[in-house]
């Protein structure tokens, strides 16, 4: 088990930027694939994109890709979601999820944190 305290998110204009964190607890954090997923209201969780243990490997919405780029540092425990050229319809909850397999992580992870909420204006 991993515990997940997603960061970064909050108010931006469209066409601005954001970082968010997720920082993990457990000394195993460097042996799990990451990824994040997201919820706008009246609508389903959506993948948005993972990443495996060791970085070789990333997946990416088609919806967020070339403006969505995921990363991790395993000595700070942490994964980031750098959202760049920000649409009114990426307003959501942003969740962070963990799993061992990265494929698994893309569809039902065992691990989420708690979300934070990214809003963007028009």
């Known amino acids: 088990q991993v515990q997940l305290v997603e960061s970064g998110g909050g108010l931006v204009q469209a066409g601005g930027s954001l970082r968010l964190s997720c920082t993990a607890s457990?000394?195993?954090?460097?042996?799990?694939?990451l990824g994040w997923f997201r919820q706008a209201p009246g609508k389903e969780r959506e993948f948005v994109a993972a990443i495996s243990w060791d970085s070789i490997i990333t997946y990416t919405a088609d919806s967020v890709k070339g403006r969505f780029t995921i990363s991790r540092d395993n000595s700070k425990n942490t994964v980031y979601l750098q959202m760049n050229s920000l649409r009114q319809e990426d307003t959501a909850v942003y969740y962070c999820?963990?799993?061992?397999?990265?494929?698994?992580?893309?569809?039902?992870?065992?691990?989420w944190g708690r979300g934070t909420q990214v809003t963007v204006s028009s």
């Open positions: 457990g000394r195993t954090f460097s042996t799990y694939a």
């Open positions: 999820a963990a799993d061992v397999n990265i494929r698994v992580v893309k569809s039902t992870p065992g691990n």
